[in-house]
């Protein structure tokens, strides 16, 4: 997307943003920024500045937006956050905002060129003191000198919590020699090998699995400065001294700012709701007029300097005809036309349906593209559109570069999921499980087999004392394991009651277990390949790829697919359109997105003329799915019915007529779906949601029921 953001900045008003003479006795008005422009107007600003700039906006969610838009543009090392703590009644606690406060402080206060993003009522708040701040930051480096047990008591005072092992922000954790910390900035917590009172090694390292990540020479150890600055805000002396956020900023810091009307409304929220800001409206207003400042006006006016023009995002409300049909709209006003999504799978399936070759109105519309009159043009025909992986929170339209942005979660009126950090898996015991255990709890070493915790010790090795894992084995034999190889454990699972048999130091009896348990895991397999064989054997219906509504249907979920979900959605439909018939089972737990799964199976059934079952264990989770499957597919002409207590005998006795005459699409039902009256037309799918809970002649009549028909089991308890 970077040549359609050149294009951006190298608009005309774009252009004329960067040659306006702003300063604090000569502020300036600007209007017509609408969803993430603004990221782009920040970062133009940044550009032009080349040091700090100060974004204010109204809310905090909008604040957290737009860092991640300015992050999409310039890089998450140029852009800081600072809001506060919830203060509304209606707001959730979000542990984030301390962290980011103090990430940001650290940064100002080493004067740090960057984009600094915050929101209108957390400059009604007090920071601590820029002196307290810089004297409270701990700078430790190899091969220096340090007392150990000064910087423990340091550590004590500046807010650190001693535990056995570092699981969060703010904790400690002596080994001996060894000091782990989880200072309040950045994602891992340090661990300080000192000699005496030198300090030899820094590294970064897993919390879980504590491995190493990186070496490090120097590490700056910063405390919950925030909350120390609460505790003591109380006194005379920090009421008289309190300071304020504009204070960290350079004189040259360039401040743009929202509507003066939106900003004052959220403190006067907070003063309705009984909340005590430490410094006024008004008051924060004086020490802004002391900055160069542009104010964006959500109100036209004669008095603004630049008009921006822009506009947010049509709204198409899923329907990918209405999406087409603005698509040639902007194209043949020359405009480049762009769609975003953070998640490359997002990105191809609105792709394809996009271009789907469908024999409906909207193709033939979406195709004018081939009649438009380019004969004033001499530039080649471009594409329709550009497809982007950069994904923003709010589409625009910016008349000025003539460039509409889309954005693919709001096409589908969903919300944009938040980025993750996908953390490693690991086998293996953790930290916190080791902490766990209990002298007399029996685990399992991956090479010595089972034995007994014997809890923590520390020993002499080489010189050096180490803290270690003692295990007791058969015959009085003992096994000390580094915590640094304390993943070559895990706590011995077995029938509540039973006690395992020790085993023997250097015996090969458990090397032997382990290949015996090998055989029979590969015999167990091989039973199930013949059993899987069978089945191959039996001829289905194979149904037909994605038609473009299955596409539609499926992009129009509300919530953005988890990796595991789309994963299992593909191979579902893989299994459909094998000729052979399906059974899949689908585990995960409560409200990960099974239903969902199902609804999607169904629907495809339904697009090849074949009926689906649904059968469940309760009446309330029959009404459940009823109400779910009718509100995703309320859209598209599929016909959905209910037999439960719910329904009337006269409601169940013409649902079941219209279920033999192929009226129904989609049945959903309790036991009542397995009774002798229920006849289908045309079952193509099976769905079974918590099988276990079924009884044995229920189950005997579902074999009969899955001989060739595809069937999908949902459930929420792992089935051996």
């Not at 008289?240 to 900003?263: A, C, G, P, Q, W």
């Not at 907070?270 to 020490?287: H, M, Q």
């Not at 944009?416 to 007399?440: C, D, P, Q």
Request: net charge negative; glycine share 6%; with cysteine.
């Amino acid at each position: 997307m970077s040549e359609s953001t050149s294009k951006i900045f190298d608009s005309e008003y774009f252009q004329k943003l960067n040659t306006l003479n702003v300063s604090a006795e000569h502020p300036v008005i600007v209007h017509g920024i609408s969803g993430s422009l603004w990221a782009f107007v920040a970062v133009a600003l940044f550009r032009q500045a080349n040091g700090q700039v100060l974004v204010v906006v109204d809310e905090p969610e909008r604040a957290e937006k737009l860092r991640d838009d300015c992050t999409v543009l310039t890089g998450e090392a140029n852009v800081k956050l600072f809001i506060s703590e919830p203060q509304h009644a209606s707001q959730v606690i979000d542990m984030s905002a301390p962290l980011s406060q103090i990430e940001t402080l650290k940064a100002l206060q080493a004067n740090t060129p960057a984009i600094y993003i915050t929101h209108s009522t957390a400059l009604g708040y007090s920071v601590p003191d820029q002196k307290k701040f810089l004297k409270s930051i701990i700078e430790l480096s190899t091969n220096s000198e340090q007392n150990f047990e000064q910087l423990l008591g340091k550590l004590s005072e500046n807010g650190f919590e001693r535990k056995q092992f570092v699981e969060s922000y703010g904790d400690i954790a002596v080994r001996g020699g060894i000091l782990d910390i989880f200072p309040f900035i950045g994602e891992h917590p340090v661990r300080i090998e000192f000699w005496g009172d030198t300090i030899e090694s820094i590294r970064e390292f897993e919390v879980l699995s504590q491995r190493s990540i990186r070496e490090l020479h120097k590490v700056s150890i910063v405390p919950d400065v925030l909350k120390r600055e609460s505790v003591e805000s109380d006194t005379a002396e920090a009421q008289v001294n309190k300071e304020h956020l504009l204070s960290y900023f350079s004189t040259e810091t360039m401040i743009l700012l929202e509507d003066e009307f939106l900003r004052k409304k959220e403190f006067d929220e907070l003063e309705a709701e009984g909340v005590v800001t430490d410094f006024s409206f008004d008051e924060v207003e004086e020490r802004i007029k002391k900055f160069s400042r542009i104010t964006h006006s959500s109100f036209q006016s004669s008095h603004a300097t630049i008009d921006f023009q822009s506009t947010s995002q049509p709204s198409v409300n899923g329907s990918i005809k209405f999406l087409k049909e603005k698509i040639v709209e902007f194209s043949e006003k020359g405009f480049d036309v762009i769609i975003t999504s953070d998640r490359k799978e997002e990105l191809e399936r609105i792709q394809d349906l996009i271009e789907s070759s469908d024999n409906d109105e909207s193709v033939s519309s979406f195709e004018i593209r081939d009649e438009i009159n380019f004969e004033t043009q001499n530039t080649k025909l471009e594409p329709l559109i550009h497809y982007s992986a950069e994904a923003f929170h709010s589409g625009f339209v910016f008349e000025s570069a003539e460039i509409v942005i889309f954005t693919e979660h709001e096409i589908f009126n969903r919300i944009k999921a938040r980025a993750e950090r996908k953390r490693n898996r690991f086998k293996g015991i953790s930290a916190k499980e080791l902490h766990a255990l209990r002298k007399g709890d029996y685990v399992t070493h991956v090479d010595h087999g089972i034995g007994k915790f014997l809890g923590l010790e520390k020993i002499n090795v080489g010189g050096s004392e180490q803290e270690v894992a003692k295990l007791e084995y058969a015959e009085k034999g003992a096994l000390f394991v580094n915590l640094n190889y304390i993943t070559r454990i895990q706590k011995y699972s077995s029938a509540e009651g039973h006690e395992p048999k020790l085993n023997k130091l250097g015996s090969p009896d458990w090397e032997r277990l382990k290949a015996r348990t090998k055989k029979k895991i590969k015999d167990i397999a091989r039973d199930l390949i013949k059993l899987y064989a069978k089945r191959k054997m039996e001829s289905g219906f194979a149904f037909q790829p994605d038609a473009h509504w299955q596409k539609e249907m499926e992009a129009s979920f509300m919530y953005d697919d988890t990796p595991d979900q789309a994963r299992t959605t593909n191979e579902v439909k893989a299994d459909m359109e094998s000729p052979h018939p399906m059974d899949r089972l689908v585990c995960g737990d409560v409200g990960f997105g099974k239903t969902e799964i199902a609804i999607r199976a169904a629907f495809k059934s339904v697009m090849n003329g074949k009926q689906v079952g649904v059968l469940v264990p309760t009446t309330i989770l029959a009404q459940q799915h009823f109400n779910t499957f009718s509100d995703r597919l309320n859209r598209y002409p599929v016909r959905i019915a209910l037999l439960s207590r719910f329904k009337s005998p006269k409601e169940i006795k013409g649902s079941l007529r219209k279920l033999a005459d192929g009226n129904v699409d989609i049945v959903i039902g309790t036991h009542r779906l397995l009774s002798k009256d229920v006849q289908f037309k045309d079952l193509g799918l099976l769905v079974i949601d918590e099988e276990q809970r079924f009884g044995v002649s229920a189950k005997e009549k579902l074999r009969a029921m899955k001989v060739s028909v595809d069937t999908l089991t949902l459930t929420a308890t792992p089935i051996p």
